[in-house]
């Protein structure tokens, strides 16, 4: 059965995003649940960030990806809604850590910032890594416990 992974950018992001999409598709472990945008037409990241958010939330991925300019707007709309923790990374490491300590879902990067090797690198990171538990186990659910919170 493969990992079903929702993907979205704005239209600072869509080059990255259709270039995941596409390497996404050639790894038969993972599905890519393209949830848009279809051009470069302007279109605002947070609209995005809620698609892969609900994505996740209703159980129709299990994984998310959202791209813009810079990583940083879109991945602080993802963190807005429950149950989402997106990881803006510029590397292998700091995917597989946020994999690893984090347990994070949902992973963003800049199109503007990272090269699409260092994006696919990050991409097979984050996918691949697991989440260590551990002494990182208390930690998530503190986060998740703020979600409450808000």
């Known amino acids: 059965m493969s990992m079903r992974i929702a993907v979205a950018s704005d239209h600072a992001g869509f080059e990255l995003k259709q270039k ?8 038969p472990a993972y599905e890519a649940l393209d949830l848009g945008p279809g051009n470069t037409e302007r279109t605002d990241y947070p609209d995005w960030a809620a698609r892969v958010a609900q994505a996740i939330a209703s159980g129709e991925a299990e994984r998310g990806v959202l791209i813009c300019g810079s990583g940083i707007g879109i991945s602080i709309a993802a963190n807005k809604h429950p149950g989402i923790r997106a990881a803006l990374v510029h590397d292998v490491t700091t995917a597989r850590l946020c994999r690893a300590h984090n347990d994070a879902n949902v992973l963003c990067m800049g199109q503007r910032i990272v090269g699409d090797e260092v994006a696919e690198n990050a991409l097979d990171a984050f996918l691949e890594t697991t989440f260590a538990g551990g002494r990182h186990t ?13």
């Open 20 to 27: 995941i999409v596409s390497w996404l598709a050639a790894r």
């Open 138 to 150: 208390g930690r998530v659910a503190k986060i998740r416990a703020a979600e409450g919170n808000c």
